[in-house]
């Protein structure tokens, strides 16, 4: 699957805070580090080593001794952890410490092609660590001459070391340095977090955009709602406050259903989603309400026999409907109620039958159907979701095909491929779907008219769906 750019971005914009959250606790965390470690002070001291020559010493010997120098300074530098070394400068500065502890303080080095020794001492007192390396430099040049390089004899060494920069007291720690363990934080809790977020969003399955959508089908998206907190409270948005941005959305939806290509098939579609909770029945009521406002007839039919939910939206008498219809117990025009000023009428579900599948699927549900859109010119058909039962799978043979629902931050990616292998499986067509509960914040956020042809007035859509209704009807 090849990643693009603007899905890194996506990820970034998604997972901002996460970020900032991480990057802020690194370098708090270095803060709080570099406050709670005890600083650490490094005094260094430099040394000498030379070859004494006579009075009368001709080049070669300088060059001699020289280069004898270079070749010994390499094990005077392992001479300066050494016990024979540490042990005397334990007992000068009296310290309450073994010689291999301190070894761990003391380093040495030599430049290369030099006779040059650095002795450096790091210690939490700045004083006592330029005393450490200045007698640890005094003590190797005793050590060397009067006891590795001493002649047999009264004959004196001819090694020689001096000290040419003694270790003054530092003024400054060495460690923590604050400004780097800061730098280091930041980075690292930086990292940390996009390291996050990326896992966050390899693992997370659900649908958030239409992006998500077209990694599964081709299908068009024919619309997006905006998540509602209070839709259960007033789930028919469009009726309820016509001017709420949620309304216009599904003005939008009604729009562009207006121009699905069924190829000149009844105007009826079936509504289902993967599974529940993902506002399909709301999403079919306001649906249903926004058509009837450009005059053209609908019918609203609930198709769900086994949780129905439309008569309760709607505030109609639910007792007897589409189940009555259809065992022969009542007349399609006495359980059609209409509601609202426009040309809107619902069937309801009628009770809840033993054989839900068996009656969506019978010959008798076919005449129906065949009845409403000779008579209506949409028919919208709620019914349950298609990876729970086959009712909608069923209905979608008969109808002029299936829409689905599906429910960002809900609705799984493998949920809405089931849905969508289902439809295919049994021949149904899959006109477009439908994205319910988008956030109005962030990168998977709604917009008005981001999911239409085009942004259009109240006054100016009522006259287009009028024209395009009755250059249906026309055709019809």
């Known amino acids: 699957m090849l990643v693009e750019f603007h899905d ?25 580090y570099s406050l709670i470690v005890t600083p650490k002070y490094q005094a260094s001291t430099e040394l000498y080593v030379s070859v004494r020559s006579g009075d009368a010493a001709v080049t070669g010997d300088l060059v001699q001794g020289t280069t004898f120098a270079r070749q010994a300074v390499t094990s005077y530098v392992d001479v300066v952890d050494s016990a024979i070394v540490l042990d005397r400068v334990i007992e000068e500065l009296q310290l309450d410490r073994t010689s291999a502890e301190l070894a761990a303080q003391v380093a040495a ?4 092609n030099t006779v040059l020794i650095d002795i450096t001492v790091t210690d939490s007192d700045p004083e006592l660590a330029a005393e450490i390396a200045n007698a640890t430099g005094a003590n190797l040049a005793d050590v060397v001459v009067n006891d590795l390089e001493k002649p047999e004899g009264d004959s004196p060494s001819l090694v020689k070391i001096e000290t040419i920069q003694p270790a003054t007291v530092p003024a400054a720690a060495s460690s923590p340095n604050v400004l780097l363990n800061l730098v280091l934080g930041a980075l690292i809790g930086l990292a ?55 309304a216009e959305s599904f003005r939008s939806l009604r729009t562009n259903l207006q121009f699905v290509n069924i190829e000149g ?21 306001n649906l249903a309400i926004s058509l009837a406002e450009t005059g053209a007839k609908v019918a609203l039919v609930d ?50 039958p033993p054989n839900p599948s068996e009656l969506l699927g019978s010959a008798a549900m076919a005449r129906l159907l065949e009845t409403l859109t000779s008579q209506f010119d949409y028919v919208l058909i709620d019914s349950p979701p298609l990876l729970l039962v086959t009712d909608a799978a069923v209905v979608s043979k008969l109808a002029g095909g299936a829409i689905l629902v599906a429910a960002s ?24 779907i439908i994205v319910t509960m988008l956030p109005t914040k962030g990168p998977d956020s709604y917009s008005y008219g981001a999911y239409t042809y085009g942004v259009t007035h109240d006054a100016d859509e009522f006259e287009v769906g009028e024209a395009l209704d009755r250059s249906g009807r026309a055709r019809g």
């Not at 659900?206 to 998540?227: E, K, M, N, V």
């Open 409 to 432: 931050g809900s609705t799984k990616k493998q949920e809405l491929a089931g849905a969508v292998r289902a439809l295919e499986s049994i021949g149904s067509r899959l006109l477009g």
């Open 192 to 246: 940390v977090g996009v390291g996050i977020a990326v896992l966050r969003t390899v693992l997370d399955t659900r649908i958030h955009s239409l992006h998500d959508i077209a990694q599964i089908t081709d299908t068009p998206l024919l619309g997006g709602i905006a998540l509602d907190p209070g839709a259960r409270k007033r789930p028919l948005i469009v009726h309820s406050d016509p001017r709420n941005p949620r």
């Open 109 to 112: 080095s030599s430049p290369l």
């Open 265 to 285: 098939g009844p105007r009826s579609f079936v509504i289902s989603s993967a599974g529940p909770g993902e506002g399909k029945s709301t999403t079919t009521a």
């Open 303 to 352: 198709g769900d026999l086994r949780m129905p939910k439309l008569a309760d939206y709607l505030g109609i008498e639910g007792g007897v409907g589409l189940t009555d219809v259809l065992i022969g117990r009542a007349e399609l025009v006495d359980v059609l109620q209409k509601w609202g000023r426009g040309h809107l009428y619902a069937l309801p579900a009628g009770r809840i």
């Open 8 to 32: 890194y971005v996506r990820v970034l914009h998604k997972n901002w805070i996460l970020i900032v959250v991480c990057l802020l606790a690194g370098v708090g965390l270095a803060a709080a």
